[in-house]
């Protein structure tokens, strides 16, 4: 039997787990705020976005200062009824974003090292996790007609899912901790945890 709030109906675990992501803040580099969530993946979700903005002086190559240097929003799922492929009742959902230095584009191992970069966040974050998946993906933007003078641009996309393994709801905190320490790490940031090193090319 899932327990329920009184109030509105919600599972309470459900309830407890989404009223400690309502506690995260801002920091003085990444705004974070309540988006709305995907009715279909389960039956009851919330989601977060979050924004990594820089100052003046990260740049391009070509001197132009980055304002934005990634974007993200991760989910919270969860089905009472454990789902086989999520070997528990919660699931976590994670989109991030970050535009890329050119040569870096390129890289053969650039995903294979994203990845690692999820798996360091979590491990950082003393998080336990099953059923982990995702994939990478580079995506050349290139302009033409009056557009034609922008400038090509390369972003990394990275999608992850995992199951969480929370014996308390407070514990969700660490795995949302571990999801900003990623977003900052893909974005080139500092400081960054232990042994990451930041995206190549990006100049301070």
């Known amino acids: 039997m899932v327990n329920t709030s009184p109030l509105n109906r919600i599972p309470a675990e459900f309830s407890a787990v ?5 506690e995260a803040r801002n920091t ?17 979700s919330y989601a977060l976005g979050a924004e ?32 086989a492929e999520w070997e528990g009742p919660f699931r976590v959902v994670s989109y991030i974003r970050a535009e890329l230095e050119h040569e870096l584009g390129n890289e053969a191992m650039l995903g294979h090292v994203a990845w ?4 360091d966040a ?30 090509a641009t390369i972003d990394l996309e990275l999608r992850a899912s995992w199951t969480p393994v929370i014996a ?28 990451v090193s930041a995206l190549p090319g990006r100049r301070r």
Request: net charge negative.
């Open 28 to 44: 003085t580099n990444v705004s974070i705020s309540e988006i709305p969530a995907p009715a279909r993946l389960a039956p009851y």
């Open 122 to 151: 979590l491990e950082s974050n003393d998080c336990e996790v099953v059923a982990a998946g995702g994939t990478t993906t580079r995506v050349l933007s290139e302009s033409f007609g009056t557009l034609a003078t922008r400038p």
């Open 168 to 195: 308390e709801p407070e514990m969700i905190g660490d795995h949302f901790e571990a999801w900003i320490d990623l977003l900052c790490t893909v974005a080139g940031l500092p400081p960054l945890p232990e042994g």
């Open 52 to 83: 990594v903005r820089a100052d003046e002086t990260f740049l391009r190559a070509s001197g132009e200062a980055i304002e934005e240097l990634a974007t993200g929003r991760i989910v919270v799922l969860y089905d009472p009824d454990s789902p």
């Open 18 to 22: 989404t009223s400690v992501l309502r």
């Open 116 to 119: 690692t970069w999820l798996e």
